[in-house]
């Protein structure tokens, strides 16, 4: 039976209701048929993350599913989860080893409102703060204010500290409207963003959840290498011969002159046999290596 609790356990960004992890993931749990998450009780099954970095060594150790931001229109990817799953590469290695995959993502519009405590005019507003994403997406608007800003790990600890601290009674918060709602907190600007904002996140699941392929795919494959005169090269000739075009290259020098990667792309259903032929033998030629997709990424 403690098995079968982990299987439903689910991780997101901390803190429960305040953030765009926990609104993405209930937009994922809707659409895939995943758990719910539950703060507290008998059926409790949340556990939290203090950074997008924790979740999926959180979901490693304690099983389940999860959402993580990997990308924003605003600022491209995010090196932090990213390199998570390159983290992934010295504890499994194969992916027979690896106990989660991704099973679908997100591009989802996202509403940065501007929070302050109630009874607090803008105009005695002395600072704002919020995660340093949240600050590009919001660029320009934050610039005009002149006001300084003070980051932190997640939106929802931003909304959080003005609520409650006394320190920040007469701050604003960056962040979704549900940490508005849980904080209660008023509302002066419910999209303070300079454009239009959009995040990508995964839907991280344990393998005995199916993986869903639509006419638009994603994927995600990390691996490592010798550092190696043409190593990368040889690669990345893999994908030119298949004629699979790559969205993204990460690098992380590991040590022992030894380098991993993250390779991200996209690619349409007919793509799906020359990719396939591509995964097999990149598998052959590397010497770790973990593959997440190909699977499906919807827009909302």
């Keep these: 039976m403690k098995g079968h609790k982990q299987m439903k356990n689910i991780t997101f960004l901390e803190p429960f ?49 999860g959402s993580i931001a990997m990308e924003t229109l605003a600022e491209g990817r995010v090196a932090e989860p990213l390199e998570s ?25 996202i509403h940065f409102c501007l929070m302050v405590r109630k009874g607090v005019s803008i105009r005695e507003v002395r600072e704002i703060i919020a995660h340093p994403k949240s600050f590009g ?13 003070l980051h932190v790990r997640t939106n929802g600890e931003a909304a959080r500290l003005v609520a409650e601290s006394t320190e920040h009674a007469f701050s604003a918060a960056l962040g979704p409207k ?7 907190l008023e509302v002066p600007n419910e999209a303070f963003e300079d454009v239009k904002a959009v995040t990508t996140f995964f839907l991280i699941a344990p393998k005995s959840h199916r993986v869903q392929i639509g006419k638009e795919n994603r994927m995600l494959i990390v691996f490592s290498i010798p550092h190696r005169s043409g190593a990368l ?17 990460h ?27 591509v995964q097999k033998e990149l598998a052959n030629r590397v010497d770790q290596y973990l593959s997440f997709g190909p699977f499906e990424i919807l827009s909302k």
């Design 85 to 109: 799953f390159i983290d992934l590469l010295p504890e499994y290695g194969r992916n027979e080893s690896c106990p989660l995959h991704v099973v679908g993502a997100i591009r989802l519009t």
């Design 251 to 277: 690098s992380v020098y590991a040590g022992n002159r030894t380098y991993r990667f993250a390779l991200e792309l996209e690619c349409s259903h007919r793509k799906l046999p020359a990719l396939k032929r």
């Design 17 to 65: 209701g305040a953030t765009f992890s926990h609104d993405a993931y209930n937009v994922l749990a809707s659409v895939y048929g995943t758990p719910p998450a539950i703060e507290s009780g008998a059926g409790a099954n949340y556990v939290p993350a203090a950074e997008n970095r924790a979740i999926l060594k959180h979901i490693c150790a304690h099983g389940g599913y």
């Design 137 to 149: 997406a919001c660029r320009r608007r934050v610039a005009a204010t002149s006001l300084p800003t």
């Design 178 to 184: 549900s940490a508005s709602i849980k904080y209660n």
């Design 233 to 249: 090269v040889k690669v990345l000739r893999l994908f030119e011969r298949e004629r699979v075009s790559l969205e993204h290259i």
